[in-house]
């Protein structure tokens, strides 16, 4: 195993625990074990609304832009104690740049695509909001997601998923998103 892949295996198994804590059951509830019914939907988060990103980038943030030019606009951080640079005013967004440009957005809940695609989003769904998807299959034996890969064009939404929903949402560049699932790699 190339270390690349342990790394990138070792991101995702972080990923899918972070991912998971604190999630409250959903359906019904028994009475004897001890879980708590869900939480409204809403409740706990602040009231601000999902940012959206599209197949050009998020606001103020567009595939291909260069490191410097980020920098420069004040958008791109390299001071905050995170794995790697992050983007002002964009929390949810982790920035993947190869030869100094933006080539995907490592995207978290709330971040939404315009067609509502969100974590935790049914896989069924994001069949039905997408015409064409491709499916790709995480090599058996690892801890790695399933994909499905909207694309559009040189873009796409490379939706990673349990079987049932979203766990994560990578946008960008359709090339660099389908290298990504087949070699591995994460944000940090």
């Known amino acids: 195993m190339k270390l690349r892949q342990f790394v990138f295996i070792a991101t995702l198994l972080a ?3 972070i991912a998971g804590s604190g999630v409250r059951p959903q359906g019904p509830v028994d009475a004897g074990s001890g879980l708590r019914p869900p939480d409204p939907p809403g409740a706990g988060r ?9 197949l050009r980038g998020l606001r103020n943030v567009e595939f291909g832009d260069t490191e410097a030019d980020l920098t420069r606009r004040g958008i791109l951080r390299a001071e ?12 949810e967004a982790s920035p993947i ?3 100094d440009r933006l080539v995907l ?5 709330p971040v939404r695509t315009p067609e509502g695609v969100t ?10 909001r997408y015409a064409r998807v491709s499916r790709l299959d995480a090599p058996h034996g690892t801890y790695r997601f399933d994909g499905l890969l909207a694309r559009r064009g040189d873009r796409a ?3 990673l998923h349990d079987g049932r ?9 359709a090339d660099w998103a389908r290298r990504l699932f087949a070699e591995g790699y994460g944000p940090c």
């Open 15 to 17: 990923a899918a625990s």
């Open 46 to 54: 602040p009231a601000r609304p999902a940012e959206v990103v599209d």
């Open 80 to 91: 905050v104690d995170a794995c790697g640079p992050t983007l002002a005013g964009h929390e």
């Open 97 to 99: 740049f190869v030869d």
């Open 105 to 109: 957005l490592w995207l978290d809940d």
């Open 119 to 128: 974590v935790g989003t049914p896989v069924d769904q994001v069949r039905a």
């Open 157 to 159: 939404y490379l939706f």
């Open 165 to 173: 929903t979203v766990r994560k949402i990578i946008a960008g560049y």
